[in-house]
């Protein structure tokens, strides 16, 4: 199950440091290089959460589906991987100085793909229904975003752009919308959530599996991957935009 943990972008981890002066005198912390690939088609899975059992932290695989965890202790370790549409996986490796690259094998849900494919479906037919301008986020482009939070990724790719409210504004950051600067509705897993963009300051781009945002309305709304996972399971019917 899609659980909300800390992330770690792998892109991060995966570039080398250089070294200044003299070089480091060496230890016994271990890491782990793996990839994680789709059992049906080998393919590289692009942002599997990687985590270790006990542990409330992790890292995102990368587009060749990679990730590395560095500073761990020589011997076993239990290792969790997570992807929507994909059966979670529990394997224990054994790590070393240098272990190679391990191999990890995701087998996908079609059960579950299917659901969330019904659930994109209606997302995309509510949208149509929208006579203005909207833009989207998808998955892919999530888990590749090197931003850490969700309102510097918005400000990147699309129309609204975060700025300070007017003093009369109770929330601190606003959006300049047809030249004038207005607080911007969020609605995460489709329930309208106080803070507008101040709270999505704190949301980090891969705990997300899409993210509509909509010009005259002035609104964002955010769907992780724990709410597509139980949509998908069970799709239900979608609250109207005007709400």
């Known amino acids: 199950m899609i659980k909300r943990l800390g992330w770690v972008s792998v892109f991060g981890l ?9 070089q480091e005198p060496e230890t016994d912390e271990a890491k782990l290089l793996g990839k994680v690939t789709d059992a049906t088609t080998g393919s590289p899975v692009l942002g599997a959460f990687v985590g270790i059992q006990g542990k409330k932290w992790g890292v995102t ?13 020589p011997g076993e370790v239990s290792i969790s991987i997570e992807q929507l549409g994909y059966v979670d996986i529990l394997q224990t490796v054994q790590v070393g100085r240098d272990s190679g690259t391990v191999e990890f094998l995701l087998t996908p849900d079609p059960i579950l ?5 019904v659930v994109m479906d209606r997302f ?9 301008a909207h833009q989207l986020v998808e998955a892919d482009d999530l ?32 959006a300049r919308v047809r ?5 911007v509705t969020v609605y995460i897993d489709e329930f309208p959530t106080p803070g507008g963009l101040d709270y999505l300051r704190s949301v980090q ?7 509509e945002i909509f010009h005259s ?27």
């Open 124 to 132: 995309k037919r509510r949208r149509l229904s929208y006579p203005y």
């Open 14 to 22: 995966l570039v080398g440091s250089s070294v200044v002066g003299a």
């Open 179 to 183: 030249g004038q600067t207005v607080p």
């Open 143 to 174: 888990a590749r975003s090197p931003y850490p939070d969700l309102v510097e990724l918005i400000a990147s790719t699309s129309f609204l752009r975060p700025f300070p409210c007017p003093w009369r504004i109770l929330e601190n950051t606003c």
């Open 217 to 243: 309305k002035s609104h964002v709304r955010a769907y992780t991957k724990a709410f597509m996972e139980r949509t998908g399971e069970r799709p239900r019917a979608l609250m109207p935009l005007w709400y």
């Open 205 to 211: 781009p891969q705990e997300l599996h899409l993210v």
């Open 113 to 117: 793909m299917e659901g969330i494919q």
């Open 61 to 73: 695989t990368n587009d060749d589906g990679l990730f590395l965890i560095e500073g761990l202790s």
